[in-house]
């Protein structure tokens, strides 16, 4: 039985007093959200601020990014094992944006997902079609392509500790959102991938849905076989909007 992830990615946004209200209102209202994990990942600068606000809390915190790199001449970069030192247990990698506005490769990511499992860190790996390609039905193909990348590098036992997020290109910040049948065929498309290098490690793994959504919209596309919760942009920055997602996570957990 895989328990439901609900991860709020914040992008570039917030500052010291805006995230403190953030943190402080949905740590407020998560009691509706029993049984579900919860997740925030601010920009880096703020994880050791926002680590001391959720300590003693169960609400994780994972950052946006990570290093493929140790440690080094590499200006700008963050480690795995310093985003550990802070308290991250997870890190997003290969989000779209990386991949489209800083050039991130297939290979790129899959050394960044090896470099987050060296020190403990869990990858929430993403992957996800463009318009263009959904429209000519290489979708399926993109997301193969995507997952077998990672695969290729890391092993099928990579993703015993790895979360997997499919986001639709199309369905970021636009307000469009995959049909609960939509997501559903690729997280089983996904599921099977996995499934073909080992079984167990695929019916354990949880695969998020992040594009467009909302409390609104949230409870239909958690109840789908194979979504196993969201990976929320735009509507984890009001804590009444990612409270409502993570209680429609609670009630199909
Ligand atoms: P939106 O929820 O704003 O569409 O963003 C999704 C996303 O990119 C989460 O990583």
């Known amino acids: 039985m895989r328990t439901k992830l609900v991860a709020g990615n914040w992008k570039l946004n917030g500052s010291r007093e805006s995230n403190r209200a953030l943190v402080a209102g949905i740590l407020d209202g998560l009691s509706d ?29 994972g950052a946006q ?6 440690a080094g001449a590499f200006t700008g970069e963050v480690a795995a094992a310093m985003l550990r030192e802070v308290g991250c247990t997870h890190s997003i990698i290969g989000h779209s944006e990386r991949r489209t506005l800083y050039g991130e490769t297939d290979m790129v990511v899959a050394a960044k997902f090896e470099a987050a499992r060296a020190v403990g860190l869990i990858p929430v790996f993403c992957i996800g079609e463009t318009r263009d390609e959904r429209e000519s039905d290489a979708t399926m193909d993109v997301i193969s392509r995507q997952v077998a990348a990672v695969l290729d590098v890391a092993g099928p036992s990579g993703f015993a500790e790895a979360v ?25 498309h996904i599921r099977r991938i996995i499934a073909a290098a080992d079984v ?7 695969i998020l849905y992040g594009g467009s959504v909302k409390g609104a919209n949230a409870a239909e596309l958690f109840a789908m076989e194979d979504i196993d919760g969201g990976l929320i942009g735009g509507a984890s920055l009001d804590a009444a909007e990612f409270l409502a997602i993570c209680a429609a996570a609670a009630q199909t957990n």
Do not use: F, R
């Not at 600068?45 to 994780?60: R, W």
């Not at 990014?65 to 140790?70: D, G, I, K, Q």
């Open 164 to 188: 997997i997020a499919y986001e639709p290109v199309w369905a970021i910040g636009t307000g469009l959102t995959a049909s609960p049948e939509q997501a559903q065929q690729v997280h089983a």
């Open 200 to 206: 167990k490690i695929a019916a354990d793994i949880q």
């Open 33 to 61: 959200a029993a049984g579900v994990e919860v997740m925030v990942c601010p920009p880096c600068v703020y994880l050791p601020e926002v680590a001391a606000q959720l300590s003693g809390s169960s609400v994780k915190l």
């Open 65 to 70: 990014n990570v290093s493929a790199e140790v």
